[in-house]
């Protein structure tokens, strides 16, 4: 009755199990430098995320950030002040042609009147 009971520590095990599981990584919270093996992409000890975490700016690269500021204020303020140069200087022209028009205009009108 017993006889095709599978022998114990039978030879046909699944020898699949192990590609698919891989152990979880182990992750340093920046946030709380608590070490945790987890799959996940939060901290399993005080909840954040392990891919929001971001390292400090260099100093390096604020300065260059800062020097790039600079240079494009100076440009830019170089630019207002020629626009505002050039602008004035239109505006006056535009005044002295004016005047001149209305200045031929009345000596016209004076001529005209003489005739
Ligand atoms: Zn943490």
Request: charged letters at 25%; one cysteine or more; aromatic letters at 2%.
């Amino acid at each position: 009755m017993f006889d095709n009971v599978a022998p114990h520590g039978a030879e046909q095990q699944p020898a699949q199990v192990d590609e698919a599981q891989e152990p979880p990584p182990v992750r340093v919270c920046r946030t709380c430098s608590v070490q945790s093996q987890t799959v996940g992409d939060f901290c399993p000890h005080c909840g954040k995320s392990y891919l929001h975490a971001r390292r400090m700016p260099s100093r390096r690269a604020l300065t260059i950030a800062g020097v790039a500021l600079l240079l494009v204020a100076g440009a830019v303020t170089g630019i207002a002040v020629k626009v505002s140069h050039d602008r004035s200087e239109e505006r006056a022209a535009a005044v002295a042609d004016k005047r001149d028009a209305e200045a031929a205009a009345a000596q016209k009108e004076a001529e005209a009147r003489e005739h």
